[in-house]
């Protein structure tokens, strides 16, 4: 078992692995992440921003995304979000209406 700093050193390195990989992962839209696990890159960076409101740090949501998406979140749009297709929005819709 490992004390509370090194399990804290080791949920950052994993989250800063996460991170990584998904500014990695152009490719991988934000819709589809949510139909597949309920979570995207927004709901991340939401979380890095409550995380830094509950330590006492002053964080609004754009600093937040532009640590997640590796970039200002207009620019990634601009340069990575596709539309959604109707079969996406319907997915989304039915996964999220319960």
């Known amino acids: 078992m ?3 700093k090194t399990e804290t ?15 990695e992962r152009t490719d991988v839209q934000n819709i589809d992440m949510m139909n597949l696990a309920g979570f995207c890159r927004n709901c991340l960076s939401r979380w890095y ?7 006492g740090q002053n964080m609004d949501q754009d600093t937040a995304k532009t640590r997640v998406y590796g970039m200002p979140y207009d620019e ?5 979000q ?5 079969e996406q929005l319907a997915k989304l819709k039915n996964s999220h209406s319960h």
């Open 2 to 4: 490992t004390d509370q």
């Open 9 to 23: 050193e080791l949920e950052a390195a994993a989250f800063r692995r996460l991170v990584a990989h998904l500014q």
């Open 49 to 55: 921003r409550e995380a830094a409101e509950d330590a």
């Open 76 to 80: 990634w749009k601009a340069k990575y």
């Open 82 to 86: 596709t539309e959604a297709t109707p």
